[in-house]
């Protein structure tokens, strides 16, 4: 239960968790993996996220068991065998770099193609959900009309009401027929700081520009979240880039992103998104997640589709989204994933 022997290279690695035990954390991801268990294991891989501006570190761990036999005389009559772990936790964090560079690149193109394609599926969608607000309408109107009883001028609008309907049935079918199919994604461990950080390198060049400063304060080591890790990566650069949005109107001149996870629990992970733009107004916090309701006109990549598909993603991991108002007067969105949200069947 606690260290008994350490090298200069782990007392380094202590100082820059600010005193805590590496071990502690590091065992306590490890024994995560049912896997693991058995506390014996080689080349088991491992993130640590510093925050801070740093970059985030990786260890490949190995783990022996080690028994140590007293053989002095008075064990002769009372055992006292030692029971020890021995933990090796190499610093792969170089070799990862360079494989980060590379995978960057490819996500950049994969991150592109997929918005393109979930984009088209949202705005079609939306269209049409809104289009069904007018055809119930007609609905409606139609039966009423044959409460009312027969005459020529019922017949008449009866007739168009009728049309109308069958219009508004076939522009619906159209609009589904040219649905691309949705892009089916295993569900598969997450990291989520890992997921941050490639949104935040993503976006790197939107925060540069518009004078953005990040501050970012992971927990150092969290659990995986089942789930799909495009739809997930792809909710939280929806929320940065309304962030980006927010704090980019002329005239704002603090312009902050602070971004936290955190472990509530043993089954819950928080990420809380704090910007400096002018928040939403309570009144409106709901409307948000409308189809396209949008407070910056219909010029946006989504036009008012971003929080719907949000709340599609956390609702699909069985989690949940608030939006507050943040302690600098902006906008707070809280969000909370269940470490097992879609279970290993993949239904959510």
């Not at 040219?178 to 700081?193: G, W």
């Not at 699909?316 to 879609?342: F, N, Q, V, Y």
Request: charged share 25%.
């Amino acid at each position: 239960g606690k260290v008994v022997r350490q090298n200069r290279a782990y007392r380094e690695l202590r100082e820059l968790m600010e005193g805590v035990e590496p071990v502690a954390k590091l065992w306590r991801h490890l024994l995560k993996d049912d896997a693991l268990a058995c506390e014996a294991f080689k080349d088991y891989e491992v993130r640590f996220d510093p925050g801070g501006g740093s970059a985030p570190r990786w260890f490949s761990c190995s783990c022996t068991r080690v028994d140590e036999v007293d053989t002095s005389a008075d064990s002769f009559f009372e055992s006292r065998n030692q029971d020890y772990r021995l933990l090796v936790a190499k610093d792969i964090s170089d070799i990862k770099k360079g494989q980060e560079a590379v995978r960057m690149n490819a996500l950049r193109a994969l991150m592109a193609e997929e918005e393109l394609v979930q984009s088209t599926r949202e705005t079609l969608a939306g269209a049409i959900y809104q289009l069904q607000v007018p055809m119930n309408l007609v609905a409606a109107a139609s039966n009423m009309i044959e409460r009312r009883g027969a005459s020529v001028s019922m017949d008449n609008l009866r007739r168009v009401l009728r049309e109308a309907m069958e219009a508004g049935a076939e522009a619906m079918d159209r609009l589904s027929a040219c649905m691309p199919e949705s892009i089916t994604e295993a569900v598969v461990p997450v990291n989520v700081n890992e997921l941050i950080h490639d949104t935040l390198a993503l976006n790197t060049q939107e925060f540069l520009a518009n004078g953005i400063v990040v501050e970012w304060n992971p927990t150092a080591v969290l659990p995986s979240v089942t789930g799909r890790e495009h739809r997930l990566r792809g909710m939280l650069n929806q929320l940065i880039e309304n962030a980006i949005d927010a704090m980019s109107e002329r005239g704002r001149k603090l312009r902050e992103l602070a971004i936290t996870t955190k472990q509530d629990d043993d089954d819950v992970i928080t990420i809380i998104i704090d910007d400096t733009g002018p928040g939403i107004p309570e009144e409106n916090r709901l409307q948000v997640f409308q189809p396209f309701y949008t407070t910056k006109g219909m010029k946006g990549k989504r036009a008012g589709m971003g929080l719907t598909m949000v709340q599609d993603v956390v609702s699909e991991h069985s989690g949940s989204i608030d939006i507050a108002t943040a302690p600098s007067g902006g906008c707070r969105t809280a969000l909370t994933l269940p470490l097992k949200g879609i279970p290993d069947g993949g239904e959510s």
